[in-house]
């Protein structure tokens, strides 16, 4: 059984950075692709970032040059770096190996 557990969410005013955590427990993560989606209120849940087993990384065209997806296999957990933060990134966050999900971080981003 694999738990991901997200961490690292909260309130931050426009143009400020967080840094959200995917820690991984119950299964060695290097060999998987791991992803990051968000969902805002009333909106369908939506793809962020991605980085894969080799390090290669995708981003949604909404963040991309904002959001850094990175892992670190030795922890088994995935960052997501996130920069000049806007309000339309207010969301909760959350990761996703395979099949499983977390239970989500919040981020709400303030004018």
């Known amino acids: 059984q694999v738990q991901l557990v997200e961490s690292g969410g909260g309130l931050v005013q426009t143009g400020g950075s967080l840094r959200l955590s995917c820690a991984a427990s119950?299964?060695?993560?290097?060999?998987?692709?791991m992803i990051w989606y968000r969902q805002a209120p009333g909106k369908e849940r939506e793809f962020v970032a991605t980085?894969?087993?080799?390090?290669?990384?995708y981003y949604a065209d909404s963040v991309k040059g904002r959001f850094t997806i990175s892992r670190d296999n030795d922890k088994s957990t995935v960052y997501l770096q996130m920069n000049s933060l806007r309000p339309e990134d207010t969301a909760m966050y959350y990761c996703?190996?395979?099949?499983?999900w977390g239970k989500g971080t919040q981020v709400t981003v303030t004018t």
């Open positions: 996703k190996h395979n099949q499983y």
């Open positions: 119950g299964r060695t993560l290097s060999n998987y692709n």
């Open positions: 980085i894969t087993s080799s390090g290669s990384t």
